[in-house]
């Protein structure tokens, strides 16, 4: 009797203890949606951020204004926040883009100089415009080659159609569907083999055409998406290299093949910086019990410079953001540390979130978990374990915690395989560490914003990052109370399909230190 007495009572200890530790997160949980929905930070941080700086281009002024503006916002909410050096690259700051088309009439084109393009040199150049020759072989390029001095050469192919895809499943017939898809890649076949042919890349043929007298290079990268183009950087050196968009690049094309001989004006200001320090921007709420420990949210801060990076990664970043905001408000004293990485440079290849790990392995070995978000504004749909064996026990505790409206979305894999690149949870992943990517639904992310033009303020889907912020804010919270350290057992990876090889774990890699010098 006695012994089945005391069995009970320490029964009821537990129990009740477990309940208050139950009703603690239960008020917490409460505090940070209502923090997030009440309060709502997003809308003013995301016109600061796309509207207010623009985009973030490595190595430029606006990506370092981004950095500075970052660490005065964490410390008016009273979070200690600093940006740490990890490189240099070089700095180049985007001017205007003036393309107007003169013969055979007159009228303004959408487009702009490529990231890292020369610029005109304060002048307008008036040109005409040719597309680069189908020729037999580099030997007969070669002979064409003089025939490019002093115009302007178009090297992209013809689109047959500015309408994408979804636009003729819906309205086409199947014919018709057929059509133009067979039409699309016979041009584009034909279009890299006219590139082949003339002994040159991609990368290389700009450079052959300045150092042949050309004055520009004229290219369009269409996203297969109305109005979409994406905006990657020069390899000219000498002459600017201006993006054109479908509409208007399509005018000139087939104006130039039925020999009317288009001409454009062109005016293009860049300004060459020389090198310039590169960074993250850390913020930190130190922990009680355990500040040797880490829990770390984590987005790329930097962008291309097409648009403003409003969905890469602004939101992302805004998802961090106002997470650590609303942490600090409601949760101000955590177990373990709480640190936010907002890093420099993830599209040029991780490079800020390499040098972190490379540079921090006392924090990467005592990593509770990592959070990243950078695949567009929609909500979070997919959570991959990473491989990590018994990620399904901690991840899966953790999202009990999570609202039934924002969980009900998630889809879990687990124990999943680790992430070998995309984004920069992948640099921590390759170190070992348990790092998490939320992945978020499409809204056409891959075609209309993903380094378009388009990336831009206005398509924010302010719901779906508040329900990202408060899954957030709630998983690091999870994470920071957790009375057990997460585990980075491997789990065994399966053959793979190509090799026949078994999967190997990826490799942990360097970050390029000085770059955009090629
Ligand atoms: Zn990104």
């Known amino acids: 009797m006695q012994k089945l007495k005391l069995f009970l009572f320490l029964l009821f200890v537990l129990s009740s203890s477990l309940g208050m530790a139950q009703a603690k997160d239960n008020a917490i949980i409460s505090r940070i949606v209502e923090e997030a929905t009440g309060n709502s930070q997003l809308e003013k941080l995301g016109h600061e951020l796309m509207d207010g700086i623009g985009p973030r281009l490595v190595g430029t002024p606006l990506m370092q204004k981004a950095h500075d503006w970052a660490v005065a916002k964490y410390k ?27 013969h055979p009439r007159v009228k303004t084109l959408q487009g702009m100089q490529l990231a890292w393009s020369p610029g005109t040199g304060g002048k307008t150049v008036t040109a005409e415009v040719i597309i680069l020759a189908d020729v037999e072989d580099s030997i007969a390029f070669q002979k064409w080659l003089p025939s490019v001095k002093g115009k302007f050469v178009m090297i992209s192919q013809l689109q047959p159609t ?109 300004k060459d910086l020389g090198m310039a320090s590169t960074f993250n921007t850390i913020a930190e709420i130190k922990g009680t019990e355990k500040p040797g420990e880490y829990v770390m949210l984590s ?11 409003a969905t890469d990664n602004g939101t992302g970043t805004l998802v961090m953001m106002e997470a650590m905001r609303i942490l600090k408000k409601v949760y101000p004293n955590p177990k373990r540390t709480i640190l936010v990485g907002h890093w420099g440079s993830e599209e040029q290849g991780l490079n800020g979130s390499r040098a972190f790990v490379e540079d ?60 070998g690149g995309g984004s920069d949870y992948a640099s921590f992943v390759a170190a070992g560490a348990p790092a998490f990517s939320l992945s978020s639904n499409s809204w056409l992310y891959g075609t209309y914003t993903w380094h378009t033009n388009l990336d831009t303020y206005d398509k924010i889907v302010f719901d779906d990052v508040r329900n990202n912020a408060i899954l957030t804010a709630i998983l690091v919270y999870m ?5 057990e350290k997460t585990s980075r057992e ?4 399966p053959v793979n ?22």
């Open 479 to 483: 994470a920071c109370e957790d009375p």
């Open 299 to 309: 987005a790329h801060f930097d962008s291309w410079d097409g648009g403003t990076g």
């Open 360 to 419: 921090h392995p006392q924090i990467v070995d005592n990593l509770q978990a990592l959070f990243n978000q950078d695949n567009g504004t929609g909500r979070v749909v997919n959570i991959s374990g990473q491989g990590f064996l018994h990620a399904y026990d901690y991840i899966g505790r953790w999202l009990s915690a999570v609202p039934e409206d924002i969980r009900k979305h998630i889809e879990t894999r687990f124990p999943g395989s680790p992430g």
């Open 76 to 102: 008016t909410w009273g979070i200690e926040a600093r940006n740490e050096k990890w490189g240099e690259w070089r700095s180049w700051e985007r001017g205007i883009t003036h393309i107007d088309m003169v």
């Open 497 to 518: 399909q190509r090799t026949g090889q078994p999967g190997r774990w990826p490799e942990k890699r360097s970050p390029t230190r000085k770059g955009g010098l090629d």
């Open 490 to 493: 491997k789990a065994v990876l």
């Open 162 to 270: 500015g309408r994408p895809e979804y636009n003729w499943k819906e309205f086409g017939t199947e014919e018709s569907q057929e059509k133009i898809k067979k039409e699309k890649a016979r041009v584009t076949e034909e279009w890299n083999k006219r590139i082949s042919k003339t002994g040159y890349t991609n990368r290389t043929l700009p450079v052959a055409l300045e150092n042949a007298g050309a004055a520009g290079v004229l290219m369009s990268y269409w996203s297969n998406a109305f109005g979409a183009n994406k905006i990657f950087g020069a390899n000219t050196k000498k002459v600017p290299t201006v993006d054109i968009s479908l509409e208007d690049y399509g005018l000139l094309y087939r104006l130039a093949e039925s020999g009317q001989q288009p001409k454009i004006s062109l005016r293009a200001d860049s």
